[in-house]
C-alpha cells in the first residue's frame, strides 16, 4: 500500500533534519585561516574548565593583575601590553601541533601550582610586587598544564614562556647598566679627544655635567630589545646555537647602543648643540635612535634565518579533520573523565584561593591599632648628641614609617648622623625593602660610588651597603642595612624572607632602615673608619625591641 501525503511528508522531514543535522555539525569548526577541524568534546570540556579555572585565578589575584598592568603604563615596562596579542599569533602559528594533541589533565601540575601559591604569599606577606606578578603569570602557565596535559605545553613551550614578558622585573639593573654606560660614553670621548672626567655616574666636560639618571640607564631599550629578540629567534631561527647568538646580540646591541646614544648627546652639547640634551627632543631622539640601531641588527642578521628549514612556528595548516583523536568518552568512561576533570578544577581553584586567605588574615590590624615612636639610641659618652643636618641630606622612604634622626658628635669633633626608619609589624601598605625608597635625593646629590662593606655592631657581622654622594658643595658617605626578625642584615631577600616569617607566625615585631651618615672628602677618605667606631659605641637594638608604644583608637563606622 502505497504511503500517504502525511507519511511522505514526515519522511521527507526526517531526510531534511537528518541533513541539516550532519551540515550543523560540520559547521561546529574552528577556523582560523586554512584550518578547519571538528572540535571533539573533551577540548571543549577542557576549555571550559579552564576558563573557569582563569577566572578563578583573576578573581582571587584581582590586585596582582591590576598591579601589573599599572606598570606597564611606565616606560620601561610598555611592551607588557604587546605581550597577550602576541603569545595569542604564536600559538595560531603552532595550530596544527595543537589539534593533533589530545588534551588529557594533569594533576601533576597541581604540586607547583601549590607552590606558586606559596610563593605568590610570601610576596605578599613583604609586599613584593615583582614577587606576586611573576607567580600569577607563572600560574596561567601551569593551568594550561593542568587542564591540557605535558604534551600541548611542550609543543607551546616558548608561547607561553613569552607571557613572562608581562612581568615589570629588572629594575634592578639600573644601578648596573648606569654605570655601563658611564664607562662606555667616556672610552669614547676619551677616543674623541674630549677631555673628561667621571665619578661615579657624574660624566664632567669641559661644556658641563652630565649625569647618567635612571631612565638613561637604557633599561626600557634592553626589555623592548630582548623581548623582539626573542620572538625573532624563535620564528625565524631552528638551531638553539643561533637562537643562543641572537639573544645574546638583543641585550649587548642596546646596551652599546646606549651608550653611544650619550656619547653623541655629550659630543654634541660640546660643539654647542644642546637642542637634544632635554627636553621632548631627548625623549624623540633616544627612542628614534634605538629604532635605528634595532631596524639595522634585524637587517645584519636576514641572511642567518633559518625560516626555510621548517622553523618550529612555520608548520604547514592544519587540515579539516585533523584534531587527534578523542579520548574515548562512551557510557563507562565519560562519567570517570568528568569527574577527574572537575576535581582537578577544584583543587586548583582551592590552592589559588589559599593564599590571599592567609594574607588578608595576616595584614589584619586589631581594634585599637598602634602607632610607634622610636627615642634615640644610646652611644658611648665618646660622643654625645649634637644638632647637625648632614649638610641638607634627607632620604625618601615610602609612607607609614616611624622615624627618628640624631646627630651625635666625638670629642674631637666630628659628627655622625644616625636615621632609622621603623615600620610597624603589621602596618597596611608599608615595604621595608622596595625601589621607591631613595637614600638621597637624586635632583641636588649625586652617587659617587656604590658598594659593600662589612660592619659588627652588637655581636653580629654583616655586610651592609655603603654610598658615596656628593652635591655642589659636599660629600657623604652613608652606611645602610636592615633590622628584620630580631637581627640586623645588608641582604634585602634575606630581610624580607625574616619580615615575611614574621608576619606569617603573627610576630608582634616590626621592622626598621638604619643609616649611618658622616662627611667624607672626594676619596671617600677616612669616613669607614669612623663610622666603624661610631658604631663600635652604638646599642640600638634595645630601641628597636621595644619602641614606643602609642595607641589610636579604631574608628567606629
Known sequence: MAPDNSDRFRLHFTSMTEQ??????????????????????????????????????????????????????????SHGFAVVPVTAWL?????????????????WSLLPLALLSAL??????????????????????????????????RKLLFPLAFLFFMVPAGENLIPTLQGITASLSVAMLHLSGVPVHVQGNIISVPSGNWEIEAYCSGISYLFSSLAIGSLYA?????????????????????????????????????????????????????????????????????????????SELNVEPAQPGAFAPSIETGRGSAPNYLLRTVTLTAIAVLCMAIAPRFGALAAEVPNGQASWKL???????????????????????????????????????????????????????????????????GTTWWRVEDQGTYISLEGQNFLAHRYLIRSETSFLCIWQWYWAGGRFT???????????????????????IILLVTT?????????RLLTEFANHLAVSPVLNAPLRIKVPSTAN
Open 20 to 77: 541539516n543535522y550532519n551540515s550543523a555539525a560540520q559547521d561546529l569548526t574552528l577556523i582560523s585561516g586554512k584550518f578547519v577541524g571538528r572540535i571533539p568534546t573533551t577540548w571543549l570540556v577542557q576549555a571550559i574548565f579552564f576558563f573557569v579555572a582563569l577566572s578563578a585565578l583573576l578573581y582571587f589575584h584581582w590586585a596582582t593583575f591590576i598591579s601589573l598592568v599599572s606598570m606597564w603604563r611606565t616606560l620601561p615596562f
Open 91 to 107: 600559538i595560531s602559528k603552532r595550530r596544527a601541533l595543537v589539534c593533533s594533541t589530545a588534551p588529557t589533565p594533569a594533576f
Open 120 to 153: 605568590w604569599l610570601g610576596g605578599n606577606l613583604t609586599n613584593t610586587a615583582v614577587v606576586q606578578q611573576f607567580c600569577f603569570v607563572a600560574m596561567i602557565i601551569v593551568l594550561v598544564w593542568a587542564e591540557f596535559g605535558s604534551q600541548l605545553v
Open 234 to 310: 624563535a620564528v625565524s631561527f631552528r638551531s638553539w646555537t643561533r637562537r643562543g647568538i641572537i639573544l645574546l646580540l638583543s641585550v649587548a646591541v642596546p646596551i652599546l647602543a646606549n651608550g653611544l646614544r650619550v656619547y653623541g648627546v655629550i659630543l654634541a652639547s660640546s660643539f654647542g648643540s644642546d637642542r637634544i640634551s632635554g627636553g621632548i627632543e631627548h625623549y624623540l631622539y633616544g627612542w628614534l635612535f634605538f629604532c635605528i640601531v634595532l631596524s639595522l641588527f634585524l637587517l645584519l642578521t636576514l641572511p642567518l634565518r633559518e625560516e626555510d628549514r621548517e
Open 375 to 441: 627615642s634615640p639610641p644610646s652611644v658611648n659618652e665618646s660622643w654625645s648628641p649634637t644638632s647637625w643636618d648632614a649638610s641638607g641630606w634627607s632620604p625618601r622612604f615610602v609612607s607609614g614609617q616611624s622615624g627618628v634622626s640624631q646627630a651625635y658628635e666625638s670629642r674631637d669633633g666630628q659628627k655622625v648622623l644616625l636615621y632609622a626608619a621603623y615600620y610597624g609589624s603589621r602596618e597596611p601598605g608599608v615595604k621595608l625593602v622596595s625601589t621607591g625608597n631613595r637614600i638621597f635625593n
Open 490 to 512: 645588608g641582604n634585602p631577600l634575606l630581610a624580607k624572607f625574616l619580615l615575611a616569617k614574621d608576619r606569617l607566625l603573627r610576630k608582634d615585631r616590626g621592622s626598621a
Open 520 to 528: 667624607a672628602d672626594r676619596e671617600g677618605g677616612d669616613c669607614d
